[in-house]
């Protein structure tokens, strides 16, 4: 496996949108520093959809993805909780749990989550297999400059280590309106689909702080 980037203590940023095709972010540590944060342009969102692929052994609590603003900490986050096979997902400050999605430990996960803000409803899918769909939030949406949080879950800092992801994300892609669930399977698939508009890993624009580390993402031969 090629290493291309170890940061230990130090913020970094990317000077231009990288292409991070075929690569993973690797948290190897507990900590309550080492994170990614992703940047966007966008400070209005009326609907979210997020796709990534996680891998991880822990069976603790830990952020899978964490969207904050000045006016909402949770103002959309997936969260994986200890109990075996059980999410809760937030948006404006406001939850609802999903169980048995057929999330396993040790393998890629391909995790996905929209949300709505005029109808308030918010769904999960785990490697294609769709949710029931909950009422979260409705109203409001997100508004304001976001802090797009990988491998931590806090606005601004105050990080806590009983929290943090300890494993390998890649994959990463955000978008302003809620996907078909068609286009979610392609995504689970990894069959053609249509990159995303806030985030887009193949253009990714971000900044580590900590030891996090861009590799080769590793596949079963």
Same mark, same amino acid.
């Given at each position: 496996m090629a290493l291309l980037?170890?940061?230990?203590?130090? $913020?970094?940023? $990317? %000077?231009?949108?990288? *292409?991070? %095709? @075929?690569?993973?972010?690797?948290?190897?540590? %507990?900590?309550?520093?080492?994170?990614? !944060?992703?940047?966007?342009? !966008?400070? *209005?969102?009326?609907?979210?959809?997020?796709?990534? @692929?996680?891998?991880? *052994?822990? =069976? =603790?609590?830990?952020?899978?993805?964490?969207?904050a603003t000045s006016l909402a900490s949770n103002d959309f986050l997936i969260f994986k909780l200890d109990a075996s096979d059980l999410f809760d997902l937030w948006a404006r400050d406001k939850k $609802?749990?999903?169980?048995?999605?057929?999330? !396993?430990?040790?393998?890629?996960?391909a995790i996905c989550s929209t949300?709505? %803000? &005029?109808?308030?409803?918010?769904?999960?899918?785990?490697?294609?297999?769709?949710?029931? @769909? !909950?009422?979260? /939030?409705?109203?409001?949406?997100?508004?304001?400059?976001? /802090?797009?949080?990988l491998g931590q879950d806090s606005y601004g800092g105050g990080f806590d280590i009983n929290q943090s992801f300890i494993g390998m994300i890649s994959d990463v892609h955000m978008w302003d309106y809620t996907m078909s669930s068609c286009e979610i399977q392609n995504y689970s698939d990894e069959l053609s689909f249509t990159l995303g508009n806030v985030l887009n890993w193949n253009a990714?624009?971000?900044?580590? &702080?900590? @030891?996090?580390l861009i590799e080769d993402k590793q596949r079963i031969c």
């Amino acid at each position: 496996m090629a290493l291309l980037l170890l940061l230990v203590t130090l $913020a970094s940023c $990317a %000077a231009t949108p990288q *292409d991070l %095709a @075929r690569k993973m972010f690797t948290f190897p540590e %507990a900590t309550n520093t080492g994170h990614v !944060k992703l940047l966007t342009t !966008k400070q *209005d969102l009326s609907a979210v959809t997020v796709c990534l @692929r996680s891998f991880t *052994d822990l =069976r =603790r609590g830990h952020p899978v993805f964490s969207l904050a603003t000045s006016l909402a900490s949770n103002d959309f986050l997936i969260f994986k909780l200890d109990a075996s096979d059980l999410f809760d997902l937030w948006a404006r400050d406001k939850k $609802a749990e999903f169980a048995l999605q057929g999330y !396993k430990l040790n393998t890629w996960n391909a995790i996905c989550s929209t949300w709505d %803000a &005029t109808s308030g409803l918010i769904q999960l899918w785990v490697n294609g297999k769709p949710s029931s @769909r !909950k009422f979260v /939030s409705s109203g409001s949406n997100i508004i304001g400059p976001m /802090s797009i949080v990988l491998g931590q879950d806090s606005y601004g800092g105050g990080f806590d280590i009983n929290q943090s992801f300890i494993g390998m994300i890649s994959d990463v892609h955000m978008w302003d309106y809620t996907m078909s669930s068609c286009e979610i399977q392609n995504y689970s698939d990894e069959l053609s689909f249509t990159l995303g508009n806030v985030l887009n890993w193949n253009a990714l624009d971000f900044q580590i &702080t900590g @030891r996090v580390l861009i590799e080769d993402k590793q596949r079963i031969c």
